[in-house]
T-cell receptor, first 113, second 115 residues
Framework: SQTIHQWPATLVQPVGSPLSLECTVEGTSNPNLYWYRQAAGRGLQLLFY??????ISSEVPQNLSASRPQDRQFILSSKKLLLSDSGFYLC????????????FGEGSRLTVL | AQKITQTQPGMFVQEKEAVTLDCTYDTSDPSYGLFWYKQPSSGEMIFLIYQGSYDQQNATEGRYSLNFQKARKSANLVISASQLGDSAMYFC????????????FGTGTRLQVFP
């Protein structure tokens, strides 16, 4: 069966520090991968999505970046965090070019102080 | 441009009653999928129901049904016989199938079920 994991689950970082959130999918190949951010009490904002290794589409210009070094690995990074980067980050995957649902990771709660 | 709109920030419903959560969408892609997700206070995202743009019948999953009106570009979620455990945030989402593979979400509706 397919599983998705992201870590760390909780992170408290000072302004200006770097960030790395990692997401891996098991039990499938060539998934579409997504990073979403959810501010407190708000909806999900699509940040990045990827349909293959090294293929990253950015939806919102900001100081975050994403990489997909392997088929089932998706990494969200920042060189210098801002206060506004605080939020709940969700990684998700779906089968490529199909009608399948989106499967979500457990989420990573980031607080920037 | 691809867009999802949920105009109800919050809804209240009495236990055992039915409730409709509204969702409208906009896309130029003739092939798309519509989803509803539930997010309880724990933060996890729970898939509820899916409707394809070419599906002839409205999707149903247990107490959940999707009122799909293609001409009006609406995909409302109907929850029948509400339960206290239905209290959560509900998100409508759309995935374009012909062009990009973006999957975007609406801003959500907070549903509260009271006894």
């Amino acid at each position: 069966s397919q599983t998705i994991h992201q870590w760390p689950a909780t992170l408290v970082q000072p302004v200006g520090s770097p960030l790395s959130l990692e997401c891996t999918v098991e039990g499938t190949s060539n998934p579409n991968l997504y990073w979403y951010r959810q501010a407190a009490g708000r909806g999900l904002q699509l940040l990045f999505y990827s349909v293959g290794i090294g293929q990253i589409s950015s939806e919102v210009p900001q100081n975050l970046s994403a990489s997909r070094p392997q088929d089932r690995q998706f990494i969200l990074s920042s060189k210098k965090l801002l206060l506004s980067d605080s939020g709940f980050y969700l990684c998700a995957w779906t089968r490529g070019r199909g009608t399948g649902e989106l499967f979500f990771g457990e989420g990573s709660r980031l607080t920037v102080l | 441009a691809q867009k999802i709109t949920q105009t109800q920030p919050g809804m209240f419903v009495q236990e055992k009653e039915a409730v409709t959560l509204d969702c409208t969408y906009d896309t130029s892609d003739p092939s798309y999928g519509l989803f509803w997700y539930k997010q309880p206070s724990s933060g996890e995202m729970i898939f509820l129901i899916y409707q394809g743009s070419y599906d002839q019948q409205n999707a149903t999953e247990g107490r959940y049904s999707l009122n799909f009106q293609k001409a009006r570009k609406s995909a409302n979620l109907v929850i029948s016989a509400s339960q206290l455990g239905d209290s959560a945030m509900y998100f409508c989402a759309m995935r374009e199938l012909s062009n990009t593979d973006k999957l975007i979400f609406g801003t959500g509706t907070r549903l509260q079920v009271f006894p």
